[in-house]
């Protein structure tokens, strides 16, 4: 009964990490653990998001920015790899609480001083892309991290949601090739049902692409702020 349940969620979880950049994971995650262990979920999540990524590539194409790609991704290798490392040998309790309370923190900031943003910069991307790579492969929720980084250089959407899906794709390529050599494997009833997970994703990601068609592009920050808010609100109360 939990293949019907998981590809609702699997809509669901699509739609809003396609508009907003991140979260799929946030919201697969601690369902998808309810049926499966640790391993096993973060590997079916972690292809999910992978073609997560592929369709942001797909829908919103007009938005690449190379050079802000690469800041992010490359570094984001090295640390994604670390992660997914420490991911079977760490326990992620409390740094799911400290990642929650400083994505509060810096949401509040953020409506304080609507202002606020950092300059595009190597450096900057380097940080964000090394963090949220680290984060990502050690407990598959690095995307509002990435986030954070994103919306602080307050990038046109479409840019933002381009850049936010290439840079995800290099930092899941990473982690979902590190949990395999770790030995992690798909459940065969997970396995059997990627055919209608994939597709599922993409129509989650179409109605995501509506959306953001709808919102002006002066109020996409302040969304995205919100769903950063949200989910430092879940990792502080539930942390994994």
């Known amino acids: 009964m939990e293949i019907p349940f998981i590809l609702c969620i699997v809509i669901i979880a699509s739609c809003i990490g396609t508009m907003t950049g991140f979260g799929t994971s946030t919201i697969m995650v601690p369902i998808v653990l309810l049926f499966y262990s640790v391993p096993q979920t973060l590997l079916f999540v972690g292809i999910i998001h992978w073609f997560g990524n592929i369709w942001k590539l797909i829908l919103f194409k007009k938005g690449f920015q190379w050079r802000l790609i690469l800041s992010f991704g490359v570094p984001g290798i090295a640390a994604t790899f670390l992660g997914a490392s420490l991911m079977f040998n760490i326990s992620t ?3 799911s609480r400290i990642l929650g309370s400083f994505l509060i ?9 609507s202002s606020f943003k950092i300059k595009q910069s190597l450096f900057a991307g380097a940080c964000g892309g090394a963090l949220s790579g680290f984060l990502a492969g050690l407990f598959g929720m690095g995307g509002a991290v990435r986030g954070l980084f994103l919306t602080s250089f307050d990038l046109p959407k479409a840019v933002y949601i381009a850049t936010a899906g290439a840079i995800a794709l290099i930092i899941d390529t990473t982690r979902l090739t590190t949990y395999f050599a770790k030995g992690a494997r798909l459940p065969t009833l997970l396995l059997w049902g990627l055919p209608i997970f994939i597709p599922a994703s993409f129509l989650g990601a179409k109605i995501a692409k509506r959306i953001v068609d709808k919102i002006p592009q002066e109020h996409f920050r302040k969304v995205i702020a919100v769903f950063l808010f949200l989910a430092g609100i879940k990792l502080l ?3 994994k």
């Open 93 to 95: 309790a409390v740094l």
């Open 105 to 113: 923190i810096y949401v509040v900031y953020l409506f304080a001083k």
């Open 237 to 239: 109360l539930l942390p």
